[in-house]
T-cell receptor, first 115, second 116 residues
Framework: GENVEQHPSTLSVQEGDSAVIKCTYS??????FPWYKQELGKRPQLIID?????GEKKDQRIAVTLNKTAKHFSLHITETQPEDSAVYFC??????????????FGKGTKLSVKP | NAGVTQTPKFRVLKTGQSMTLLCAQD?????MYWYRQDPGMGLRLIHY???????AKGEVPDGYNVSRLKKQNFLLGLESAAPSQTSVYFC???????????????FGPGTRLTVT
C-alpha cells in the first residue's frame, strides 16, 4: 500500500526566510497531494493541494511542487512570518486500478518561525 | 453553516468504560472519516464511510466501531476503553471523489480522550 514519508520532523527558520518541507510517496498511481496546516490545539486545515497532472502550484507565499518520476512533492513557504508556525502534514491519495483510496498522511513537520 | 462539529470536546474514561463520540456535518458531504492523532504519528484513519448506511475499516480499526445511520452523522464507539486509546480524535468529511481525483477533507475541532 501507499507509504508517505515527510522530512524534516522539525524546522526552525528566521522570520523572512524560506521554509521547505519534502514528502516522498511509494505508490506511483497516487494522484492527489494535499498539504494541511495544524496550529496548536486546532484542527488541520487544507492550505494547498496539487493533482498529478500538474508540476507546480502557487498561492501567494505558498507553493507546492510535484516530481512524479522521483515520487516526491514539496511545500515551499517564502517570506515566513511568525503566524506560519504550526505543524504541517502532507498526504497522498493512492489509486487502486481506478478506485480511489483514502488519504495517507505523513507524520508532520513542526515549523517554528523566530521573529 | 457550522461545518463539522464534534461532541464532546474532552472526556476522561476509566479502563473498560464505553463511550460514543458524535460527529455531525451540515455540508451534505457523502464521505466521513474518523482519525486519531498521537504525538509523532500524524493522523491515522480508524474507520470511514462513503455514504449513509456504509462503513469500512481504515488503518487502525481495532477496539472501535462506527455507525452512519444518517448522512450528516458519523458515530465512533469505544466498547471497552484501554489506555492505548488515549488520543485526540478528529472527524472529517468530504464531498467524495470526482472521478479518480480526491477532494478536500474538512476536519472537526477534535475530541481529547484520556483513558486511565
Amino acid at each position: 500500500g501507499e507509504n508517505v514519508e515527510q522530512h524534516p520532523s522539525t524546522l526552525s527558520v528566521q522570520e523572512g526566510d524560506s521554509a521547505v518541507i519534502k514528502c516522498t510517496y511509494s505508490d506511483s498511481a497516487s494522484n492527489y497531494f494535499p498539504w494541511y496546516k495544524q496550529e496548536l490545539g486546532k484542527r488541520p486545515q487544507l492550505i494547498i493541494d496539487i493533482r498529478s497532472n500538474v508540476g507546480e502550484k502557487k498561492d501567494q507565499r505558498i507553493a507546492v511542487t510535484l516530481n512524479k518520476t522521483a515520487k516526491h512533492f514539496s511545500l515551499h513557504i517564502t517570506e515566513t512570518q511568525p503566524e506560519d508556525s504550526a505543524v504541517y502534514f502532507c498526504a497522498a491519495i493512492p489509486n487502486y486500478g481506478g478506485s480511489q483510496g483514502n488519504l495517507i498522511f505523513g507524520k508532520g513537520t513542526k515549523l517554528s518561525v523566530k521573529p | 453553516n457550522a461545518g463539522v462539529t464534534q461532541t464532546p470536546k474532552f472526556r476522561v474514561l476509566k479502563t473498560g468504560q464505553s463511550m460514543t463520540l458524535l460527529c455531525a456535518q451540515d455540508m451534505n458531504h457523502e464521505y466521513m472519516y474518523w482519525y486519531r492523532q498521537d504525538p509523532g504519528m500524524g493522523l491515522r484513519l480508524i474507520h470511514y464511510s462513503v455514504g449513509e448506511g456504509t462503513t469500512a475499516k481504515g488503518e487502525v480499526p481495532d477496539g472501535y466501531n462506527v455507525s452512519r445511520l444518517k448522512k450528516q452523522n458519523f458515530l465512533l464507539g469505544l466498547e471497552s476503553a484501554a489506555p492505548s486509546q488515549t488520543s485526540v480524535y478528529f472527524c472529517a468529511s468530504s464531498p467524495g471523489t470526482s472521478g479518480s481525483v480526491g477532494n478536500e477533507q474538512y476536519f472537526g475541532p477534535g475530541t481529547r480522550l484520556t483513558v486511565t
